[in-house]
């Protein structure tokens, strides 16, 4: 059969066209072999998928804490914000192997450098360091405010350790980079050194004999008794003939006695003493430190008071020895030569002494300087009175009965003799009473006041004398006609004077108890020792104001 003319052409067009995408589907397929997936399936139309991108970082163990982070919240940070996958492995004892994944070559790359931007980092690490334990009071400071400094100045978190690690080191530890735990030692161990140096100060001042705080000695217009061989004391006055005092051993006081300087004297009815101890070396520092610092032009301005007010703690300057100390303003009165002025009555705490002031004169007292507790203490001479003293109806006085203001000045100036007041000789009291203190400044509470007993040396060196039974043998004074032994029960001064009796270390309670109790000396100028304006130069017309000696800050 023969073939139409026009069917032919159609059969030869479809055999050319099959061939020819024969060699188009083999030419594709041998062209994306070849490319390895880079070129566009023509029948599928998909994109082939890149390989996962890797690398590696030695990380050493010191810096893997910085890279995981508090409770592996910084790795989670880097995984979740780089999609990454981050494991870590073994590599040797010093460091380990850090192994980062991820979806493609940027993503590994970002999250290479925020682990080396970890690693970076300063290191936070906490170190110690073994103190004297003496020290740790100075490191500290008043209410911690030493410690504070330190850890402001340092950026370090410093803490002294709970308990101590033996009876004379205890542990500091210090949180921080080691730039900062650096800064924390220096300082650290300044402290250490001034502690160290305020010792030395304290035992050598020891060995020295303390500077009478007033320019002479108190003068007594009455005659000086002459002790002679046979333990008497001769009084060439009428009214206080020969008069034998008997002498008794320091070891027949009994209980209760403790050495002290009679500071101030107000009468035998009121004056002020300091026990001697580990306390009165640090007084001497602590007014040799004022001293030096208040003479200072430049911290004087620093200080500068504009608005004294009743019962302030200041820093003023003796004027009978232009030290420094610490005093209150006790009262506030007007000047009568400068009208619309006042003049400032100053009560030195340490000492029990008063004096009239300029308020352009004091200026504020420095933290550092308040930290020791004040350390003048009232009393009154126990079982005696002023001869002139009518007798009462009532024997029995009224509690907080003052009787300074009836003692004739030269009993005071004998008294002053036989104490050697602020002379700084070592004396005996013995406290035997007390007696109900008032304190006139509202919202303060009042504590007893011990009644002592004081004693001597003797010429011979060993005996100690009675000084209130020497007054009563001069005739100065007399035995009191009111014998408040039933009180003693009541007592909790006698008490503490009883059970710490006898050392320096057990004195310190006493020193508490009856230091708080220890008011300031009244406006009325006494043996000399209210120095400053004079009291004629003001016009006492305000309310006069008592303070308390401790307590006040």
């Not at 192997?97 to 991820?102: A, H, L, V």
């Not at 001697?276 to 430190?289: A, K, T, W």
């Amino acid at each position: 059969m023969k073939a139409s003319g026009p069917a032919i052409p159609l059969i030869l067009g479809l055999s050319l066209l099959g061939a020819s995408g024969a060699y188009l589907y083999m030419l594709f397929k041998k062209k994306r072999s070849n490319s390895k997936g880079d070129l566009v399936d023509f029948f599928a139309g998909k994109q082939s998928k890149p390989e996962p991108a890797t690398s590696e970082l030695i990380i050493s163990n010191s810096l893997i804490p910085l890279v995981i982070g508090r409770k592996g919240y910084t790795l989670k940070h880097i995984q979740q914000s780089t999609g990454a996958v981050i494991s870590f492995s073994d590599h040797d004892g010093s460091s380990q192997r850090c192994c980062i994944q991820g979806p493609s070559e940027a993503v590994v790359e970002r999250a290479k450098e925020m682990i080396l931007k970890e690693t970076a980092r300063p290191l936070t690490i906490t170190e110690e360091v073994v103190v004297p334990q003496a020290a740790c009071g100075k490191i500290l400071g008043r209410c911690g405010d030493e410690l504070q400094e330190i850890c402001r100045k340092s950026m370090a978190k410093v803490w002294l350790e709970g308990r101590a690690r033996s009876e004379s080191e205890r542990r500091v530890m210090i949180t921080g980079t080691e730039a900062q735990i650096k800064v924390a030692k220096e300082l650290i161990a300044q402290k250490v050194q001034e502690d160290s140096e305020s010792r030395k100060l304290l035992l050598d001042s020891s060995l020295q004999t303390r500077e009478p705080r007033i320019r002479t000695p108190p003068s007594s217009s009455a005659p000086t008794p002459t002790p002679n061989d046979g333990g008497k004391q001769s009084v060439p006055s009428a009214a206080a003939p020969q008069a034998t005092v008997a002498k008794q051993s320091s070891a027949n006081l009994g209980t209760g006695q403790m050495e002290v300087f009679v500071s101030t004297i107000v009468s035998p009815s009121k004056f002020y003493v300091q026990l001697v101890g580990p306390q009165s070396l640090e007084l001497d520092l602590l007014v040799q430190n004022m001293t030096v610092y208040y003479s200072q032009p430049q911290n004087r301005e620093l200080h500068r008071i504009r608005k004294p007010y009743l019962g302030q703690i200041v820093a003023a300057e003796f004027n009978a020895d232009n030290k420094w100390y610490r005093a209150e303003i006790s009262a506030i009165l007007p000047n009568e030569y400068k009208p619309g002025e006042v003049v400032l009555d100053l009560f030195f705490g340490d000492y029990g002494d008063n004096q009239y002031t300029n308020p352009n004169e004091v200026y504020e007292l420095k933290p550092e300087f308040l930290a020791p507790r004040f350390q003048a203490i009232e009393c009154f001479l126990a079982k005696v009175e002023p001869v002139q003293q009518q007798q009462q109806s009532n024997p029995m006085p009224s509690a907080d009965a003052s009787s300074e203001d009836e003692w004739d000045p030269i009993v005071v100036n004998r008294f002053e003799e036989l104490t050697h007041v602020a002379q700084w000789k070592k004396i005996v009291w013995k406290i035997v009473t007390y007696r109900n203190g008032k304190s006139p400044l509202h919202g303060r509470e009042s504590s007893p006041i011990p009644g002592v007993e004081l004693y001597d040396t003797a010429p011979n060196g060993t005996d100690l004398i009675n000084i209130g039974q020497q007054l009563i043998a001069e005739g100065l004074a007399r035995n009191t006609t009111y014998d408040r032994t039933d009180d003693l029960s009541r007592s909790q001064l006698f008490r503490l004077g009883l059970t710490n009796a006898g050392s320096t270390s057990q004195s310190s309670s006493i020193d508490e108890k009856s230091a708080s109790s220890s008011t300031s000396a009244s406006t009325v100028v006494s043996s000399g020792r209210h120095t400053g304006s004079s009291p004629e130069q003001v016009q006492p017309n305000a309310v006069q104001y008592r303070s308390l000696a401790n307590g006040t800050h």
